[in-house]
Structures are given as C-alpha cells and as structure tokens.
C-alpha cells in the first residue's frame, strides 16, 4: 500500500522557518522524482518544489525561490521541505507527491505528473 505521510507543519510567525518531512513507503522511493505543493481554500492546488531521484536537479516555483529548499534522504525514504523566511502569503495545506521517472535529473512542476499524494500538513504563518 502506498503512502505519503507529511509532518512537520503548524503556527509560525511571520520571518521564522518550518522544515516539512514526507515519509514514503510501499513503492521504491529511489524511483520516484518528488514535489511539494501546497493549496490554500478556494484556488487550485499549485507547484512549490520537486527534486529528482537523485537529487541532482531540483526546481522551485518563482514565490518560493531562495527562501524554501527540497532534500531528499533515499536511505529514508523521506523528502523534506526547509522553509525560511516564511510570509503569510505561505500560508496553505503543502502536500508530497512522487511520481516515477526513468530519467535521474528530471523533477516534475506539474500536478498531473505525479501519482501518488500525501493527505497534505497545514502550514499557517502569521503576521
């Protein structure tokens, strides 16, 4: 059985940092590029991060650049979401997805690339 298990959100305050785990199990996690997406009530569910299976490319969505990072820890099946300098305009459900790829570098920013998702962590920043 696949799952995608997120942690790690909760309340922070405008300027502070949250790091975000997703714990994959039930398929081969080395397989598989991972994203980061996050929706908030009301608008489409949208493209943060992704990381290739070998974690030698990833890409960001342009609001997150030089303040959020993916990793990714094969050995633990486990793809993280550092994110610093946090803003209220970050504020959203983030979900994992994973997605596999015969390519090494190839990291996806596309919803429907991806397979399997998370059930999503709530990620609140106040002002």
């Known amino acids: 059985q696949v799952q995608l298990v997120e942690a790690g959100g909760g309340l922070v305050q405008a300027g502070g940092s949250l790091r975000l785990s997703c714990a994959a199990s039930g398929f081969i996690f080395s397989t598989c590029f991972m994203g980061w997406f996050r929706q908030t009530p009301g608008k489409e569910r949208e493209f943060v991060a992704a990381i290739s299976r070998s974690a030698d490319n990833s890409r960001y969505a342009d609001p997150v650049k030089g303040r959020f990072t993916v990793s990714r820890d094969n050995a633990k099946n486990t793809v993280y979401l550092q994110m610093n300098s946090l803003k209220p305009e970050d504020t959203a459900v983030y979900y994992c997805?994973?997605?596999?790829?015969?390519?090494?570098?190839?990291?996806?920013?596309?919803?429907?690339?991806?397979?399997?998702w998370g059930q999503g962590t709530q990620v609140t920043v106040s002002s």
């Open positions: 997805a994973a997605a596999y790829s015969p390519r090494n570098t190839y990291a996806g920013y596309a919803a429907n690339e991806y397979r399997y």
